[in-house]
């Protein structure tokens, strides 16, 4: 198991940016793919972005592909969401996931540990 703590969250306008952390605890980060995913009021959650154990692969949802970067620090147990160019349809709630795994995963399913989530709400 890994706890999972995301923040950075906030209110941004429109074209403006927001970095996401998500802090892991525990010792076997370097053991998890981390995900993140977004769920708006009144909709499922989806995918966002995801990034494997070792950092080498990186898998973004068509709708943030060129405006979002998922990165990974392990000496700091920290995984990274750079979003620019954001648009009003990117405001949800935003989570961060991890799953003991050599893949890419991108399915809700997939995840076994998340964070609480952090609110970003981007202004037109």
């Known amino acids: 198991q890994v706890q999972l703590v995301e923040s950075g969250g906030g209110l941004v306008q429109a074209g403006g940016s927001l970095r996401l952390s998500c802090a892991a605890s525990?010792?076997?980060?370097?053991?998890?793919?981390m995900g993140w995913f977004r769920q708006a009021a009144g909709k499922e959650r989806e995918f966002v972005a995801t990034?494997?154990?070792?950092?080498?692969?990186?898998y973004y949802a068509d709708s943030v592909k060129g405006r979002f970067t998922v990165s990974r620090d392990s000496a700091k147990n920290t995984v990274y969401l750079q979003m620019n160019s954001l648009k009003p349809e990117d405001t949800a709630v935003y989570y961060c996931?991890?799953?003991?795994?050599?893949?890419?995963?991108?399915?809700?399913?997939?995840?076994?540990?998340w964070g609480q989530g952090t609110q970003v709400t981007v202004s037109s």
């Open positions: 525990g010792r076997t980060f370097s053991s998890y793919a």
């Open positions: 996931a991890a799953q003991n795994t050599f893949g890419v995963p991108s399915t809700t399913r997939e995840y076994d540990n």
């Open positions: 990034i494997s154990r070792g950092g080498g692969i990186t």
